[in-house]
């Protein structure tokens, strides 16, 4: 899976939107862009995915360059339950198989009250 | 109405002594995979079963085997452990699809394994 560059930390305030950018330049026309995110003390969780055009769901909304090269995760209004650690993981959509995630070093995100 | 179950969350082990962790599932996906997260750093795969089918990552040692009885249920053994596979070990899961791209995992709490 090709790979991803993550700033190591982001601070935000609790209520205010957070972006949180993800760089993947050697990215693939058949990769798709996940995220996932690490509460402390659990597991990762599936947060969303997108391939071309920009995503919501009820976690959050994905908004992907024209040219693909880079994506921003964005939580719309943050909490404190929104601390965590977000990967952001390319998949390639291509074929079958089950491969496992190959996950980069991810952005710890820190919300002040 | 938990998905993927892991038991204990907290598993302690002598230096040396064999040790089995547990991982149960009720969304009847196809896939269970291992990923081993150290202090501090990302889940890294150990291995995954395709059905039946048993897929070994390259870097993974020997010391560490899998065993899937059924669909529900899959183990991870450590036959000897050392000092360094003191970790989280997550269990995860997913149902294929057409590509790789398309799938969801979904993970467990962990077991954190202490080696004394």
């Known amino acids: 899976d090709a790979k991803t560059t993550q700033p190591n930390s982001m601070e935000s305030n609790e209520e205010e939107p957070v972006h949180l950018p993800c760089n993947h330049s050697?990215?693939?026309?058949?990769?798709?862009i996940h995220w996932y995110r690490q509460l402390p003390s659990q597991g990762p969780e599936y947060v969303i995915h997108?391939?071309?055009?920009?995503v919501n769901n009820r976690m959050a909304s994905l908004a992907i360059a024209e040219d693909r090269k880079s994506s921003t995760l964005i939580l719309h209004r943050a909490t404190l339950r929104d601390a965590a650690v977000y990967y952001c993981?390319?998949?390639?959509?291509w074929g079958g198989g089950a491969d496992g995630l190959t996950f980069g070093k991810g952005t710890h995100l820190i919300i002040q009250p | 109405d938990a998905m993927v179950i892991q038991n204990p969350r907290y598993q302690v082990t002598q230096f040396g002594k064999p040790v089995t962790l547990s991982c149960s599932q009720t969304?009847?996906?196809?896939?269970m995979y291992w990923y081993q997260q150290k202090s501090s750093q990302a889940p890294k795969l150990l291995f995954h079963?395709?059905?039946?089918?048993?897929?070994n990552e390259a870097d993974t040692p020997d010391n560490f085997q899998s065993r899937r009885p059924n669909t529900s249920f899959c183990f991870l053994d450590i036959r000897s452990p050392g000092l360094g596979d003191a970790a989280m070990y997550l269990c995860?899961?997913?149902?294929?699809?057409?590509?790789?791209?398309?799938?969801?995992?979904?993970f467990g709490p962990g077991t954190r394994l202490l080696v004394l």
């Open positions: 995860a899961t997913s149902r294929t699809t057409g590509g790789r791209g398309l799938e969801t995992q979904y």
């Open positions: 969304l009847n996906h196809n896939v």
């Open positions: 079963y395709y059905d039946k089918d048993f897929n």
């Open positions: 050697t990215i693939s026309g058949t990769d798709y």
């Open positions: 997108g391939l071309t055009s920009n």
């Open positions: 993981i390319l998949r390639d959509g």
